[in-house]
């Protein structure tokens, strides 16, 4: 029986992510290797897909084919569409004809499991072996919902890349998938090959390492509901103000591709009052991409995971700004942009604060203060962590780490650190009441 390998990739960094475990021999052998490709902008027809981006003809050697989850699936969008249950062998049925595969024994490699076009993917094979490969610092933070058993049990490994050297990702292992790292030196030769088939990303920029340009970048975080459009424009003036106190004169912006204009030319006004010269990229391209062209003396931002990869792969100076007020108005909990935040705040500079480097070691209390934030997280599904949870908490809860945790979480959870709980009932009922006639005064 011919074994056709499907690979799932929604932006070009996954893209280069599955490239570099190709590379590395993480999948086996298989008649067919087919990328499926998937455009999940709010609106696919006015955005780019991966496909068309500057560089992906570098990456489509690795593959026998091309496929279009947006054709497959049209009119509905990628992210909202999800078959009804008594509809998947039809909608397997169709594929299988649409894609060629026959009655190939299939293999699925996917990004965000939980979430579609991925767990609807996963739900149309269902006799497809699953690997995962994992969106940056989400990994280390645990799955964020209830996964279906039929689809989660199915998953074998997941693939990450080396982000936080000493940190072991949550993501998935209730399942026991078993975590695999992607070499780091094969994901930089895939950036390379990105970079070769960009040229002049900014003119005079990148003559050599670190005599380049700060970087800056955008997350647009309002999109996500966390800040306001206008606090996000603040940071980014902040961003830029940190970069030049810290004698930084030449300035590259990288901005999110569906952020507003008008941030732009506020950053302009500011730099030229800061007597900065600033330069805003729009094109479609990946940090790690900038990192090799510009070779920039500092790159900073909130807490995106090109952070990251620019110090852990390219020992590029770090910086993070803004993370601790969005610690506290990250809701709810259970969000899962929490563990990615955390481990900026508690391992990279502060540019507020006029720092920069490289990040903190991820130690052993690094390591438990996001297992107790999993547990905090997602408690129900990770249950086994609460000792460690316990543990760490009863140690290190303090003024500085208390930012982490929301008192109110850690007391539904009845985990260290929460309000004492009364233990006689009706002592418990009049607290509760109490509580309910307080609020009704208030509102």
């Known amino acids: 029986m011919r074994t056709t390998q499907i690979f799932y990739a929604s ?24 990328l499926l490709v998937a455009n999940n902008a709010a609106t696919p027809e006015t955005s780019p897909s991966l496909d068309t981006m500057p560089g992906f003809e570098r990456l489509r050697d690795r593959f026998d084919g091309v496929l279009s989850w947006n054709e497959a699936i049209s009119p509905f969008h990628p992210g ?30 996917v990004e965000s499991i939980q979430v579609n076009p991925a767990l609807a993917i996963a739900q149309l094979f269902p006799e497809a072996t699953l690997d995962v490969y994992a969106d940056g610092l989400m990994s280390y933070g645990p799955t964020r919902s209830k996964i279906d058993p039929l689809v989660g049990e199915r998953v074998r490994r997941l693939f990450h890349l080396d982000l936080v050297p000493g940190i072991k990702p949550l993501l998935l ?16 030769k895939v950036v390379a090959e990105l970079s070769d088939a960009v040229t002049d990303v900014v ?11 700060a970087l800056l970048l955008g997350q647009y975080l309002a999109a996500l509901g966390i800040i306001t459009p206008e606090e996000e424009e603040a940071l980014h003036v902040r961003m830029v103000r940190g970069a030049v106190a810290l004698g930084h004169r030449r300035i590259v912006f990288k901005p999110h591709p569906t952020a507003p204009a008008s941030w732009t030319r506020t950053l302009e006004r500011e730099a030229e009052r800061l007597e900065a010269e ?26 995106s995971t090109a952070l990251f990869t620019a110090s852990t792969f390219y020992g590029i100076p770090v910086a993070r700004i803004g993370t601790e007020p969005l610690l506290d108005r990250l809701t709810p909990y259970q969000n899962s942009n929490r563990i990615p935040l955390t481990i900026v705040d508690a391992l990279l500079p502060d540019l507020a604060e006029g720092e920069s480097g490289a990040p903190k070691e991820a130690d052993e209390t690094v390591t438990g203060l996001l ?5 905090a997280m997602q408690a129900k599904l990770r249950p086994d962590l609460r000792a460690a949870a316990e543990s760490y908490l009863r140690s290190h809860l303090d003024s500085r780490t208390g930012r982490y945790f929301k008192r109110r979480r850690l007391t539904v959870l009845g985990l260290p650190g929460g309000i004492p709980v009364p233990r006689n009932a009706t002592v418990r009922r009049v607290v509760r009441r109490a509580r309910r006639l307080k609020r009704v005064a208030l509102g």
């Open 11 to 34: 932006s070009l960094y996954g893209a280069a992510t599955l490239a570099a475990a190709i590379d590395s021999g993480c999948f086996a052998t298989a008649d067919r290797r087919l």
């Open 278 to 303: 600033l330069t805003v990229l729009d094109r479609p391209l990946i940090a790690e991409v900038l990192y090799r062209q510009l070779r920039p003396a500092l790159v900073a931002g909130c807490f």
């Open 203 to 213: 003119p005079g920029e990148g003559a050599a390492a670190g005599d380049g340009p």
């Open 371 to 375: 297992t107790a934030v999993g547990f």
């Open 173 to 188: 292992a209730e399942f026991g998938a078993q975590p695999q790292v992607v070499p780091t030196e094969a994901f930089v």
């Open 80 to 109: 909202g569409w999800a078959p009804r249950s008594d509809d998947g062998p039809l909608w397997e049925r169709y594929l299988r004809m649409l894609w060629d595969l026959g009655d190939d024994r299939i293999e699925l490699a």
